[in-house]
């Protein structure tokens, strides 16, 4: 069996400490914020997380970018130069254009390289919701399956994968063109907390409204409940963007209700941050299928 290798993009939201225990590679995105351009790299070398989150919860003005096809081309070649295959992973189409990108490449690439096999597969994820889709791609890699058997895993299940999430800054929806300026005010004066997911295109898409933070957060696990399979069974993801606390608390009531295997907190990652601020937790998991 030839070998390969497992690629993802920054915007999956894997700590440094994760990827290399998972032994894939990630190519950082690059994010502007203010008159900054930086690269999203796991390790936070080029932006420390206290540093990005100060900045992005004064409504300082950022722009994400996606992957270029130039970066597509160095990263893949110096794998299949070495006679490796690859398996990229990559943020929702639903959300940029990144994934096409690596369609393009690929599809160049394997003219030059007619003997490797380059598989692109668009994870329709977000955060750690395509993390834990990339952590499934990697526990299957080591367990032996080949290139072909984990493509065909995340093509049949990407949509399985939940991402339930809830924001406590409706200005910054707001400023990201998710919600109306009135809606904004109405909801910020009566404490509205918006509870989101990912559809079944990839695309963010708004469930419901509650009222209070707690609410919200305890809403996710109400979400989860009646979305979840074999939860029991499962490793889950909840993504925070600085609110430890609060992702305790959601941890808390999922492993009360789900008993899962085992639950891992992270930090919601620089590029999906810069569109929903501080303060933002999310809820990761396969169960039923996205609509």
Avoid at 11 to 27: F, H, K, P, Y
Avoid at 170 to 197: C, D, E, F, Q
Avoid at 260 to 278: E, F, N, Q, R
Wanted: aromatic fraction near 8%.
């Amino acid at each position: 069996m030839d070998s390969y290798q497992v690629i993802t993009d920054s915007a999956g939201a894997l700590s440094q400490q994760m990827v290399d225990e998972l032994g894939i590679e990630v190519i950082p995105m690059d994010i502007t914020l203010g008159s900054d351009t930086f690269k999203d790299y796991p390790d936070r070398h080029c932006m420390p997380l206290h540093d990005f989150y100060a900045r992005i919860a004064t409504g300082e003005p950022f722009k994400t970018n996606q992957v270029s096809p130039a970066v597509y081309i160095s990263t893949f070649e110096k794998y299949l130069e070495a006679g490796t295959d690859v398996l990229y992973l990559s943020f929702s189409s639903g959300m940029s254009g990144t994934y096409n990108n690596s369609v393009m490449v690929a599809k160049e690439l394997s003219e030059k390289y007619p003997d490797r096999k380059i598989l692109t597969v668009d994870t329709l994820g977000a955060s750690l919701g395509q993390g834990l889709v990339v952590w499934h791609a990697a526990q299957k890699k080591k367990a032996g399956v080949p290139i072909e058997g984990v493509q065909q895993w995340v093509q049949e299940n990407n949509r399985r994968m939940n991402h339930w999430f809830t924001v406590n800054d409706l200005n910054h929806l707001k400023r990201g063109g998710r919600l109306s300026a009135s809606a904004a005010l109405v909801g910020t004066m009566l404490g509205i907390k918006p509870v989101l997911n990912v559809d079944a295109n990839g695309k963010l898409a708004l469930i419901e409204k509650v009222r209070g933070r707690r609410q919200a957060l305890n809403a996710l696990v109400s979400h989860m409940e009646q979305t979840q399979e074999d939860a029991g069974n499962q490793v889950i993801f909840i993504g925070h963007s600085a609110c430890q606390q609060d992702a305790e608390y959601v941890k808390d009531r999922v492993e009360e209700e789900f008993h899962p295997k085992k639950v891992v907190i992270g930090d919601l990652g620089l590029t999906i941050s810069a569109h929903t601020s501080t303060d933002t937790i999310a809820l990761f998991f396969l169960g039923k299928e996205r609509k």
